[in-house]
């Protein structure tokens, strides 16, 4: 098994719709992450959770929550899908200064 | 001006040659540095950690110059394989830990 498993691999919503995208790890870390990448901008942080206790806005936060149900999992919902949120999106976790381990990513499109 | 600044590239080089990248960072409070390797559509990878010292694993070599605020990343002897999109990442103590990463920088290796 990966390390860092996300799902859906791809997924295609329509406008309006709530979506949910799933993240777990294997790694035992505390810190987690949820980074959209878009072609020329890079990876931007959404949101960020250094226990499950703890929750953090990112710098592209709006239009999207979080919920951190254990250690091992955290997930990132888009309450109403725009097609501005088409993008790549990864999960990641992070021993501490040690460097970032990433879910294969989930491709989303929002028609 | 971005706090993580790479080179976008491409890149073309032929099999067999050395090539550098640079990422240049403003913070003077970045802490620590790190070099990842992303295939298209696909994860990130980290692919070494950059040490005040430098360091070196096999044709790779990363170094930091805290002065000028840069690291890079030497390939020496480029393979076919190692074309991809390089990215740089710094972690800076702002009282937590924050992570910026480069937009990258895509190297294509020719036959």
């Known amino acids: 098994d990966a390390d860092v498993t996300q799902t859906p691999r791809n997924r295609i919503t329509k406008t309006g719709k709530r979506i949910m995208l799933e993240c777990s790890q294997t790694?035992?870390?505390?810190?987690m992450y949820w980074y959209r990448q878009d072609p020329g901008l890079g990876l931007r942080l959404i949101y960020y959770?250094?226990?499950?206790?703890?929750?953090n806005k990112g710098e592209i936060s709006d239009g999207y929550s979080v919920s951190r149900q254990a250690q091992a999992k955290f997930s990132l919902s888009l309450e109403s899908a725009i097609p501005n949120q088409t993008a790549l999106y990864f999960c990641?976790?992070?021993?501490?200064?040690?460097?970032?381990?990433f879910g294969s990513g989930t491709r989303l499109t929002v028609v | 001006r971005k706090e993580v600044e790479q080179d976008p590239g491409p890149f073309n080089v032929p099999e067999g040659a050395t090539v550098a990248f640079n990422c240049t960072y403003s913070?003077?409070?970045?802490?620590?540095f790190f070099w990842y390797r992303q295939d298209c559509r696909k994860e990130p990878k980290l692919l070494m950690s950059?040490?005040?010292s430098g360091n070196e694993d096999g044709r790779f070599t990363a170094q930091l110059n805290r002065a000028s605020q840069y690291i890079s990343l030497l390939i020496r002897d480029s393979k076919l394989s190692d074309s991809a999109t390089y990215l740089c990442?710094?972690?800076?103590?702002?009282?937590?830990?924050?992570?910026?990463f480069g937009a990258g920088t895509r190297l294509f290796v020719k036959a």
């Open positions: 990442a710094v972690n800076i103590n702002t009282g937590g830990f924050k992570t910026i």
């Open positions: 959770s250094f226990d499950v206790k703890d929750i």
């Open positions: 790694k035992g870390h505390d810190r």
């Open positions: 950059v040490y005040s």
């Open positions: 990641a976790t992070e021993g501490y200064n040690y460097g970032y381990t």
């Open positions: 913070n003077s409070a970045s802490q620590s």
